[in-house]
């Protein structure tokens, strides 16, 4: 589970320098025991979208002994998730599912709104 209030305040910190990149940007959060750890910088898109890896992905996770995982990337307009995105998701969900390392929440962030993937269906 995702501590209460912490989701909001991790959009914001994101809100706070998104609008500034030039490219989207992705990001993985490891959670251990309720806590959410540093965020790793794990992918830079060249022009719009980004490209990650599960690779990537869960690195960071694993390495910090996380229980689960939240992915967030930018997006430059307040677009709501593309049909890549949700791909992306399900793909991502798959891999912690057999690492188990569940991702609870794909965020997707722009300067004024934000969506949680994984409510989308």
Same mark, same amino acid.
């Given at each position: 589970?995702?501590?209460?209030?912490?989701?909001? $305040?991790?959009?914001?910190?994101?809100?706070?320098?998104?609008?500034?990149?030039?490219? $989207?940007? +992705?990001?993985?959060? %490891?959670?251990?025991?309720?806590?959410?750890?540093? +965020?790793?910088?794990?992918?830079?898109?060249?022009?719009? %979208?980004?490209? *990650?890896? %599960? !690779?990537?992905?869960?690195?960071? +996770?694993?390495?910090?002994?996380? $229980? +689960?995982?939240?992915?967030? &990337?930018? &997006?430059?307009?307040?677009?709501?998730?593309?049909?890549?995105?949700?791909?992306? !998701?399900?793909?991502? *969900?798959?891999?912690?599912?057999?690492?188990?390392? %569940?991702?609870?929440? &794909?965020?997707?962030?722009?300067?004024?709104?934000?969506?949680?993937?994984?409510?989308?269906?």
């Amino acid at each position: 589970m995702i501590p209460s209030g912490s989701l909001s $305040e991790l959009v914001v910190d994101i809100q706070r320098w998104a609008p500034w990149l030039s490219r $989207e940007v +992705a990001l993985s959060v %490891p959670v251990r025991r309720g806590v959410l750890l540093p +965020a790793s910088l794990i992918a830079v898109g060249a022009d719009n %979208p980004v490209r *990650v890896s %599960p !690779t990537d992905v869960f690195r960071s +996770a694993i390495r910090s002994r996380a $229980e +689960a995982v939240i992915l967030m &990337h930018s &997006h430059r307009s307040d677009a709501p998730p593309s049909p890549a995105d949700q791909a992306v !998701t399900r793909r991502l *969900v798959a891999a912690g599912v057999l690492l188990g390392l %569940p991702i609870i929440a &794909h965020l997707v962030v722009g300067p004024m709104r934000w969506t949680n993937c994984m409510d989308d269906p």
